[in-house]
């Protein structure tokens, strides 16, 4: 996938702030990074064994690209000044966003090094850089799924799809509510593709409402009290692709925010 977009944004700044536009960005070298990303292989080789012992596998290389940006008018020196303090002085990876329409909801958290200006007759015209990211993988925005219900007893099973590309490991909602309905009980949520891992809160009170955090493992209530010896000591994950959610108790409704998703940006 090319990127034809003339603006961008990072730091939550738009380009156009510092009257900057792209001028050229290598889609190529972001192409071939991500379409065809290696794995890092951890494994260990054991005594008078053929194959070694394999601990696991994460993708590599981090996401590296070049990308250049030119303004319109010169750009005097206190202008370029204010420029390099916005994009080059960051000292954590700073959200970086290409305004085009079919990726308007994608994230790369990087930072920008090895700045060279870029002169026309003398005059400062723009730059060139190199933009360095955190992962090996592109993010789109968390979204918030919710579930309602009307019954008493809920039995019901929920669709949820995980279209994260890092297929290599679990999707950890960063935050979660659950609410009951007005009568006391039990909740429970069943992971069917998730060898039936069953996440559940027993002994609640009505309307009371939990809020979870399974991605730091937190709990907290309404009602003030400490319900985590009201669980079973199991929070929330999701695998890759579909996730049958098989949700049972007295709950009124169910609520999620997911954490960055991990998108690959090839084509």
Same mark, same amino acid.
């Given at each position: ?9 990072? !730091? ?11 001028? %050229?960005? !290598? ?8 379409? =065809?990303?290696?794995? !890092?292989?951890?494994? /260990? ?13 994460? +993708? #590599?290389?981090?996401?590296?690209? #070049?990308?250049?940006?030119? #303004?319109? $008018? ?22 970086? /966003?290409? !305004?085009?329409?079919?990726?308007? $909801?994608?994230?790369?958290? #990087? ?10 007759? &003398? ?12 992962? +090996? ?10 579930? @309602? ?16 590309? %890092? ?6 909602? @960063? ?8 009568? %006391?009980? %039990?909740? =429970? ?13 027993? &002994? ?15 709990? =907290?209530?309404? @009602? ?21 959610? /098989?949700?049972? &108790?007295?709950?009124? =409704? ?14």
């Amino acid at each position: 996938m090319g990127f034809y977009g003339r603006s961008f944004i990072y !730091d939550g700044i738009p380009s156009e702030t510092y009257n900057l536009y792209i001028s %050229d960005i !290598d889609a190529n070298a972001i192409n071939n990074s991500m379409a =065809s990303s290696s794995m !890092d292989i951890k494994e /260990q080789k054991i005594f008078r064994r053929a194959t070694p012992y394999l601990y696991g596998m994460t +993708p #590599s290389p981090n996401l590296e690209f #070049s990308f250049s940006a030119f #303004s319109e $008018d010169e750009i005097d020196a206190s202008g370029f000044e204010l420029i390099s303090k916005w994009l080059f002085s960051s000292r954590s990876y700073k959200a970086f /966003q290409i !305004d085009q329409p079919d990726i308007q $909801d994608v994230v790369f958290y #990087s930072v920008l090094q090895d700045p060279e200006v870029v002169r026309v007759g &003398g005059l400062i015209q723009g730059f060139t850089c190199n933009v360095v990211c955190n992962s +090996p993988f592109a993010f789109k925005f968390p979204k918030t799924t919710t579930y @309602t219900y009307t019954t008493e007893i809920v039995d019901s099973t929920e669709i949820y799809y995980n279209g994260s590309d %890092d297929t290599g490991n679990y999707l950890y909602p @960063t935050s979660m509510t659950i609410t009951m309905n007005n009568t %006391d009980g %039990d909740v =429970s949520i069943t992971n069917l593709n998730d060898d039936n891992r069953v996440v559940s809160y027993t &002994g609640l009170s009505g309307n009371e409402v939990l809020t979870i955090s399974p991605m730091y493992e937190t709990l =907290s209530s309404s @009602t003030g009290l400490n319900r985590l010896g009201n669980s079973n000591y199991k929070f929330l994950r999701l695998v890759a692709g579909e996730n049958q959610l /098989q949700i049972e &108790g007295n709950v009124a =409704s169910i609520s999620m925010t997911n954490e960055l998703i991990a998108k690959k940006i090839s084509g």
